[in-house]
């Protein structure tokens, strides 16, 4: 059964609204997440890294202020897309890994696909 | 600048043939390497796994082939079936990215009946 949950699975709304989306584990603790972004018929790029407790890691190119991530627990980490654009439109997955090290394959959930209007 | 590189786009083959899909890298720091089955609006499924102190890892159906030297890896499917359509990525991850993973473009392999 899955073992990351995503929600909702999918987004439609008017450009400039702020929608936020949630990742949980969900039999496990992950201190660490991770946020992907898929653009069709493309690959998955990592956004950013996020850190239970502390501010997230964000990769080369990513806005932090658009992209809000907060991992305030364990088991829950969120993505807050703000004031969306339609070139935010994209499929955003987000992913946990059981382990700490990098023998442990992430689990991902099923993704949101955010269409802004 | 791609690190992880699937230059096939797709992949067609004949049910109970075997599949190849190739993926190349260019990081030499890169030292575990997985790859990932994904349907249409779903997130990947991991399928298997290689870290790079191996150069076969084998799973049922499924077999990662890894050449540190030739900075390549395959994953093996035989024999192929219909429910293995799907689009293929192959992921690498490096020892001070802990779970960070660094994805392939993707190969969409179809398996006719």
């Known amino acids: 059964g899955a073992v990351v949950s995503q929600h909702p699975s999918r987004v439609i709304c008017k450009s400039g609204t702020s929608v936020k989306i949630e990742c949980r584990s969900l039999?496990?603790?992950?201190?660490?997440m991770f946020w992907y972004r898929q653009f069709p018929k493309q690959s998955l790029m990592l956004m950013a890294t996020?850190?239970?407790?502390?501010?997230?890691?964000?990769e080369q190119g990513v806005e932090k202020d658009k992209f809000l991530i907060n991992h305030a627990s364990l088991t829950l980490s969120t993505l807050t897309v703000t004031s969306a654009h339609p070139e935010d439109s994209s499929f955003y997955i987000c992913?946990?890994?059981?382990?700490?090290?990098?023998?442990?394959?992430?689990?991902f959930g099923d993704g949101t696909r955010l269409s802004i209007l | 600048d791609q690190q992880v590189k699937q230059n096939s786009p797709s992949l067609s083959v004949q049910e109970g043939r075997i599949s190849i899909l190739n993926c190349d890298y260019t990081n030499s720091m890169f030292d575990y390497f997985l790859w990932y089955k994904k349907y249409p609006a779903e997130g990947p499924t991991f399928l298997i796994s290689?870290?790079?102190?191996?150069d076969k890892n084998e799973d049922g159906r499924f077999t990662v082939f890894l050449n540190k030297s030739a900075k390549h890896l395959s994953l093996h499917i035989v024999p192929s079936q219909p429910g293995d359509s799907a689009v293929y990525f192959c992921a690498a991850s490096g020892s001070s990215n802990t779970g960070k993973l660094i994805f392939g473009q993707g190969t969409t392999l179809q398996v006719k009946p």
């Open positions: 992913s946990a890994g059981r382990g700490l090290y990098s023998n442990q394959p992430q689990h």
């Open positions: 290689i870290s790079s102190i191996k």
């Open positions: 996020s850190n239970e407790g502390s501010k997230a890691t964000y």
């Open positions: 039999d496990f603790q992950a201190t660490t």
